[in-house]
């Protein structure tokens, strides 16, 4: 007999006793686990699959549908089951590409080949419902290198073979379909109960259910700034002829090549925010800057670029942070659990904001407050603040974007930025490194030079901050009236030695440790990159130290 303690999205849930060599089907089908929310398991935070046997004392984690993780898997098997239903369908398969995510999708293309149509879409959406309601078995195991070649060169993958690393690679198996995905995917196709595709010339979206959901149900609203700022990316990627890690790797092994394309892409930030600042200078009546985005976007280095491109186009910037506008904590709004919510736009004192903000566009002088984050009171700041004729006020917090933070300023008056990392570049054509995935990688670099954080910590701390992005930010972002990509395609290649030093102090026990396994498989992909490459006006810079720009 062996213990079992067994758990459900990582808790306790009871300790069982079970016979040797029993099933994970077995052991979950006499209990009372809600079965038909489960979309994986794992064995001592290995993923398992249901016939895997219990050869010794364990943790057996049951994973739901309704899990940060969970939605993560259940997105991954759906893009599998789209893959192998355009394989079934359509010649040369192996050039269809997911591109970034958009909306409550992911934007879907063939890569440097035909449009896709209306009735291709309908035809692929038909295939896919065909293989989940077959119920179809999804069998991942590991191949030699020698052996995936093999497979991939049959399927005309060389985006997967050129980017092979390690002597055992993971496969998964779905009929005489393969492909390789770096994430865990579900073992049956039928565990996806609702997606959806949308046609969107020249290609199609990929709708999944919300998270906690199991149904779509409302319509797609494409954020037609968001996928233009994408297709914009996509130019910059054509600039660099840079698609694929791979491209990358290949441009490192050349000193002087990887140096040119940092210089390059760096240039094509400092291009877009004097495209900004042109705009700015020519609305004459803008005098507040609303800069928003979620964590780790780079805002504050942006914020910094742009008021010295302002400056050269003859516009002063004054600063005003928007969290010295926070009611005293007394005041401060809270979560349903309790917690106080500083993320909520009620956390600030939106009277007295736009007060001052009327004053100031009125040519009046004010004093505006400074916030102790000690005490948790507003406290006088001693700063007069009054805006000339070409002065300008930035502001840079969550809620810029939201009007009703500044409801008391005309239209005219306002410039709303959003800035955020957004795609970064593909491992290959089916494996994306989502936006959250850099993001969250530049957090951990942030958090431990500057605040002392673990990196267990911080992706502990994670979920939280997601959920407060699309609570304060997403929503909002079509508002925005420049949208600046935050992203560099290098970045991953600099970061690489500080962070898997970081993820891999991770204890195998904690409640991070998955996670951190899968930052590290991407992280991993990309070769090291020199940090004195990186110039110090950079937006890394904020995230690695040594930046121009004092924080």
Known sequence: MYQVELRVNGEFFKTIEVKKN???????????????????????????????????NCILNCLYYNTPRGHRLYQDTAAFIMMKAFHNLFPNPGRFVIEHSIGDGVFCEIFKGDMLTPEDCENLKNEMH??????????????????????????????????????????????????????????????????????????????FPKIG??????????????????????????????????????AIEDYYQIRDIIQIEEALHAKKIVEIADEIERKKDVKIILIAGPSSSGKTTFAKRLSIQLRVNGITPHVIGMDDYFVDRTRT?????????????????????????????????????????????????????????????????????NDKLTQSVPFNQKIKIYVSALNNLNVDYHNRIATSDSRKIRRIMRDSATRGHTAEQTILMWDSVHAGEKKNIFPFQENADFMFNSILT??????KEKVLALLKRIHKQSAAYPEAQRLIQIVEQVYFIKEELVPRNSILREFIGGSIFNY
């Open 130 to 207: 065909r293989i989940i309601d077959a119920k179809l078995l999804i069998e991942t195991n590991e191949y030699t290198t020698e052996e995936a070649k093999e497979i991939f060169t049959r399927q005309g993958r060389l985006d997967v073979i050129r980017n092979l690393k390690g002597n055992k690679i993971k496969i998964s198996k779905c009929g005489e379909y393969y492909d390789h995905f770096l994430n865990p995917i579900a073992e049956n196709t039928s565990v996806i109960r609702s997606f959806d595709l949308v046609y969107h010339a020249p290609g199609v979206i990929l709708r």
């Open 333 to 401: 709004p809270r979560k349903e659990n309790g917690e106080l919510d500083f993320e909520s736009i009620n956390a600030l004192d939106l009277e007295l904001l736009n007060s001052d903000l009327t004053k100031v566009l009125n040519g009046e002088e004010i004093e505006p407050p400074k916030y102790n984050f000690i005490t948790g009171k507003s406290e006088r700041s001693y700063r007069k603040l009054q805006l000339l004729e070409d002065e300008v006020l930035i502001m840079e917090g969550i809620h810029g974007l």
């Open 22 to 56: 029993s099933k994970i089907i077995d052991i979950i089908s006499e209990d009372e686990i809600e079965k038909d929310k489960i979309i994986a398991y794992t064995i001592n935070r290995e993923y398992a699959n249901s016939e895997t046997e219990i050869t010794k």
């Open 213 to 250: 959901e199991l149904e779509i149900t409302d319509e797609f609203k494409m954020p037609r700034q968001l996928f233009n700022t994408h297709q914009e990316h996509d130019k910059w990627l054509n600039i660099l002829r840079m698609h694929n890690v791979a491209d990358l790797n290949k």
């Open 490 to 495: 290098y970045e991953l290649g600099v970061f």
